[in-house]
């Protein structure tokens, strides 16, 4: 789409509709909405033509609040597109939300704009809402074309909870599905209906002066309101003919509106106006070249000037103009649009990037041939975003038999079932459509008939191997993930996309197969051409590969350096990147392995913030692993264990086995856990299982376990067995150039040394460690094989050739060691600070709240119900003087009332 129209489109939905200061100020009602409170819901119900967008208008402009404004329209009913547009309108107001990703469309977007505007104080001080005693405003306009049940299930859930610096605003035709009832009876609602949005005589006669170009008598005022009963579009309609003929109002019949604004409003203007207004009335909204394109004309700006100047029920909102509802029915009722005039409106929303409005004007013509075409430019988009309802509209669109039918659609109902993560489902539907595309092949015909070509089969047929490869890829069978995608690749195509969505797959075979750098040139290749076409899960793919491929090949600075570059790019794009958890999960692993456990555990706590807005475990498992990993460095073991556990038991709940692609992988840390607790047992339990599997194998994807098992040999004593292990890993990490895992091996083999007393050979397995270690940048990686490592260190500095980097890791060391506050000075520091102490259970459910647990998982750790923990919460709060869980934490760390 050119960013200019796109740019236009969205400040169309975002922008209120343009003001007009001399209309009739309604202070009574302004003063109504005024009286609301923080935390409550405004609801204007009324027909069409009484004036609730222009009076919340009015409002917003008198009063000054700042505001977020939605206009919906039907196809807002897909979540990924209505909450797209809220995050869009809240952002651009300066409300810090994360980035939106597909994941959490399903589920959590309520609660995350609950949590953001809860945590607006402490997170964001400076912002005018942390500020100011008026609660920041979210209008919905238009909700009456909301009917999905499982966003309004979504948006009931937002105000049940609305903080109270929020109150939400909704003007609607009909009373929308919103538990009213419950929410009168605890008055969480300020209503306007019909009775109370209707004109007063005294407004009615200030909305006639407005509107008349000459003066009328009294008399005549008062019969256009008692006819109109003080609707505003009705005092509309007469104006205009009182303004032609000036005839009494009583003579006019407004008990059908569309008949009257036929006869006395339509056939009253210039010819051009009325072909005009009959000709473009079937459009979304109107826009110069739009309407230019539609009409073949070129002066579509005046004509749009001119109606306006006429008050003729066009409103502008940001850069487009809106018919009002009741007169584009009259005009669309008289049916003079032509399948011409529905062909160039689809030229021109094709042609700027409006798919989804071309497929609209697709549909009246049955122009399913174009459907399906129109379909294949922005599907893939809309899934990789999200948006699968939409794609899935689009293909209920079609008529059945033709569903069934085509190769491509049924390849798009598996590409809609593999993005839900339904692996078989999605398999299944593959079958279908080769089994299709072999009837084509085979028929001329139908060929023919479905305008395909041979080329259009081949482009088919690739892309069926493309999804069997990812299918591959997620059940983990890697060896047929790189066969599939070899052969989609060696099949020729006029689309060249699908030669990079058929690497992605090979990247990951290539990886577990030990090529590394091949797999790191082929990742590099995607995401520059990914980054090039603009395309995000390429670009995801490609990190996800690459920079653990990275790690293992030693170039940590070179994976800062990729993850800025991503960073960048997707700033620049005009959509935001859902994938933010993915960047960060990347860039903590990477400070880990460079020392900085600060700044690894500040993205972590980001991290795990994502948790609760995500139903995946694709992407909860991995955020797990990486935290237990990073929390076990920083010496905070139960923490680390209640990850890893976590991570364990979504993987029981959702997947068969292992996934594949979690790094670290959840087994490795199992036993790295058992390790530092010397859960003898359990060691030996684990070697018992996997020894006999392991010791012989010499492939690169057993390597880690091999290095655990190594760790195993030497905490039970088996000296001789780890030496020689770890001997043969160092020769195979060297060969395949694994840096990380060859400076592992040399590590374990210097303890193994110095627990033997072989001095000689332990300074010589440090040596070159440090050599790997200080010239690749892994700080970390010595110091996690433990506290002996530094007394080792010690002895070994005079004979080694490193000597100041051996100072700052052990410098580093210490910097890691845990806290020895006593829990004695916490609480004298709180006495002296609070104007009530916290009991001990209290700053037990402070310690875990900083620790990023929720209310359930805290009412879990300490055995007691989540309303006994609530009752907590609130009385920390009371004596902490604060509001909320971020502002606490802060208040706690500043009176260092957390200990360790």
Known sequence: MDNAFRSMLIKTKISPPAHFHDLVERQRLIDRLNKAKGGQLILLTAPTGYSKTTLVSQWLVTTQRTFAWLTLDHKDNDPGRFWRYVFSTLSNQGIALPELTPDLITEHCPSTIINAFDDLTASQPNHPISTSETPFTLIFDDFQCLSNTVLLDQ??????????????????QIFPELKLSRRRSKHQIIELDQSALAFTEEESQAYLSHLLEHPITPHTQKDVHRKTEGWPAGIQLLSIVLDQDHQSPHLLDLSTPISFFDEEV????????????????????????????????????QLIEQLTEK???????????????LFKEALNSHDQVTDAHRQRAIDWFETNGFISRAIDQCVPLKDWQRVTRLMNIEAREKLTNGE????????????????????????????IFLTNSHTEEAAEYLEKAKRQLEVYRNSPEKQAAAELTESDLEDTSKEITIMESFVAMFRGDFKSAHSLSEAALATPSAAGHLDLYAQMPMCHALIHQGKLVEAMHLSEAIIRQGMQD?????????????????????????????LDQVEHWHAQQSAPSPYAPWIDGMRALIYREQGKLPEALTLIQTLLDYIPETTDPFQIIPIYAIAAHVYRSNHRFEKGEH????????????????????????????????????????????????????KDRTDFLSESERLLLAKLYLAVGRHEDCQQLCEAIKEQAG????????????ATLTTCAAAQKDFVTCIQHLQAAL??????????????EGPHMTPIMKMAQPYCSHPEYIDELIALHAQQQPSSQVEGNAEFQQNQTLVEPLSKRESQILALIAEGFKNQEIADQLFVSITTVKTHVHNIYGKMEVRNRTAAVAKARELNLLAG
């Open 534 to 562: 603009g395309l995000a899960f390429p670009v995801l793919i490609g990190i996800s590969n690459l920079v653990p491929t990275y790690m293992l090949l030693g170039k940590l600075d070179k994976s800062i350096q990729l």
């Open 643 to 694: 990850f890893l556990q976590q991570g364990l038991l979504v993987q029981q709940q959702h997947l068969p086995e292992e996934w594949p692609f979690s790094f670290p992988r959840l087994s490795s840390l199992i036993l790295v856990s058992a390790l530092i607790q010397q859960d003898t047992e359990k060691l030996m339990v684990w070697l018992e299982d996997n020894e006999s599997a392991l």
């Open 735 to 746: 060969a395949g150039h694994r840096v990380q895992n060859k400076a592992k091996a040399l």
């Open 266 to 301: 339509l056939a009253t203007l210039p010819e051009e106006l009325q072909a005009f207004l009959l000709h473009t009335a079937f459009l979304p909204w109107l826009h110069p070249s739009l309407c230019n394109a539609v009409l073949g004309i070129t002066h579509s700006d």
């Open 771 to 784: 050599l790997l270690c200080e010239q690749h940048g892994f700080t970390q990686l010595l110091l996690d």
């Open 155 to 172: 948006l009931n859930e937002l105000l049940d909870f609305l903080p109270t610096n929020l109150n939400v605003v909704i003007t609607s």
């Open 388 to 415: 699968q309802m939409t794609v899935d509209g689009w293909l209920r669109i079609l008529p059945s038999d033709m569903q069934q039918d085509r190769p491509r659609l049924i390849l798009l109902r598996a590409a």
């Open 311 to 325: 008050n003729l029920f066009l409103v502008k909102y940001g850069e487009t103009w809106r018919f009002h509802d």
